[in-house]
């Protein structure tokens, strides 16, 4: 049944792919028509039932292998049971024999003690002197009685065995009874998925034919729009054929149009590079001439401070200057003028006249902004000397070198130094060397040699320049700050 109705499926299929294969070959063609990617889609969704319907098929043979294994197990649980029960009919006849052989010997045995004892009765009758004979007769009587007694023992014991064998067998007749219920109630539900799956079957390939049936005819419907379109498009594809011709001969005329707007966009462009070029000459020019001025008015305003400033910083009061009265601050300023400081000395005020006095609530950013311009100069071509000079505890160090969180003139310097090379980088080369002396005693060390305490002389310039310079100075290029305090623990500017 299941191989007709899955042949009749398949003679369905091939119909409709034979109609689908002719309303093929009646289509025209129609480049990007939304009517064509209708019937591409409409064609998947075929292609889509058609695998549901295979996917139905594999399933149905699944089904079907099912019940076939489920067909050979029952079939071997029979015959396991047909064997068990030929086994167990083998069983009761050999016991049923043996039982018969037992019954048979009794009886043989019985009946022989009797004939004994008449002859024994008989013996005593006919004669008194055969008592030798007697006693072999009595003695084999008892051997026989014997035998008796043992094959009543067998015969018992065969009876026990045999009743086991009864118990045994009516057990494997119920067992096979129980087998026999199960295997109907197994066929039965066999018999019932077998139905349900049938019915899924049927009811699956049923659902698939209507839906091929309703896409076909979607697909027919489609077609004939197709068809009215394709006639309606005829004279949009004319005017279209029009279109390209004209444009097929405009595409022949480009390459000379193209020619001729490049000729005229290189005129264009080499006209605006000259421009460009000339302005970028001017610029370059007028940015020397500002470079040089502002040089000169830097170097005006450095001289007109003074080539050599000195300034004076009070640091404040600490406990090592002692408590009380004593520990008074000796030193007092102008309110009028910063660049006036008064000292007490033996009860006598003295007056000092710097170009600029640091009170102790000066920072050390208000006292570098004083030397800022200096390393303007420093950039310039200019040589330039800051260093301090004061007694022990002064604060020569904090203010030149200062703290991490708060550093001084030097770092500060270096910092601002390094940031304007950086800025001028792309117009000016630099190359930034550190070299470290110390002048101890009338001697001159170097303190980044490899043998520092190897004296050195101070020179003049070999090029008349009268500029002076250490012979054998031991001098190491740098790129940033961090270069420089890596060399030395006390970085000088110089």
Request: charged residues 30%; glycine residues 4%.
């Amino acid at each position: 049944m299941h191989c007709r109705e899955n042949e009749h499926l398949k003679q369905d299929m091939k119909s409709c792919e034979a109609q689908l294969q002719k309303l093929k070959k009646q289509h025209v063609k129609c480049i990007d028509c939304e009517h064509i990617q209708e019937n591409a889609r409409l064609q998947e969704r075929l292609a889509q039932l058609q695998l549901e319907v295979e996917e139905a098929k594999g399933r149905l043979s699944e089904l079907d292998l099912e019940v076939q294994q489920k067909t050979n197990r029952l079939a071997e649980v029979e015959l396991r049971l047909k064997d068990s029960l030929a086994e167990k009919a083998e069983e009761e006849e050999r016991l049923s024999r043996r039982l018969r052989d037992s019954q048979e010997t009794i009886a043989s045995l019985k009946a022989q003690p009797q004939q004994i004892k008449y002859l024994i009765k008989t013996v005593e009758v006919e004669s008194s002197k055969t008592k030798q004979a007697l006693c072999e007769t009595q003695s084999r009587n008892q051997h026989l009685q014997e035998q008796v007694e043992m094959q009543r023992q067998v015969l018992k014991e065969m009876e026990q065995q045999l009743q086991k064998s009864q118990k045994t067998a009516a057990q494997l007749r119920a067992q096979i009874t129980l087998y026999e219920s199960e295997l109907e109630q197994a066929h039965g539900q066999m018999l019932e998925e077998m139905q349900n799956m049938e019915d899924d079957k049927n009811r699956a390939i049923e659902e698939a034919f209507a839906r091929a049936q309703v896409e076909m005819k979607a697909v027919h419907e489609n077609l004939a729009g197709v068809r009215t379109n394709l006639l309606t498009l005829q004279p949009a594809l004319r005017t279209l054929t029009n279109d390209y011709n004209s444009l097929k001969r405009q595409v022949r005329d480009f390459p000379l149009l193209l020619q001729e707007a490049l000729q005229n966009a290189r005129a264009e462009i080499g006209q605006a590079i000259e421009e460009v070029n000339s302005t970028n000459r001017e610029l370059l020019r007028k940015y020397r001439r500002e470079l040089q001025l502002r040089k000169k008015c830097h170097n005006e305003l450095v001289r007109l401070k003074g080539n050599i400033r000195v300034f004076g910083r009070v640091r404040p009061i600490t406990t090592e200057d002692g408590e009380g009265p004593e520990a008074a601050n000796s030193v007092t300023f102008d309110p009028d003028d910063d660049a006036i400081l008064h000292l007490m000395h033996k009860g006598k005020q003295v007056s000092f006249e710097l170009d600029k006095v640091f009170s102790p609530q000066a920072t050390q950013q208000d006292v570098f902004q004083e030397v800022q311009a200096l390393i303007t100069s420093c950039i310039d071509g200019y040589n330039v000397c800051i260093f301090a000079y004061g007694q022990t505890g002064a604060g020569k160090t904090y203010t030149m070198e200062g703290t991490p969180e708060n550093p001084g003139i030097n770092q500060r310097a270096l910092q601002l130094l390094f940031s304007e090379v950086q800025r001028k980088a792309s117009d000016w080369g630099y190359t930034i060397t550190v070299s470290v002396a110390e002048i101890y005693n009338e001697a001159l060390r170097d303190l980044l040699g490899k043998e520092p305490q190897e004296k050195l002389d101070i020179k003049l310039c070999p090029d008349g320049s009268g500029q002076l310079y250490v012979p054998g100075l031991t001098e190491f290029q740098v790129q940033s700050v961090e270069d420089i305090n890596k060399l030395v623990i006390t970085p000088v500017l110089g």
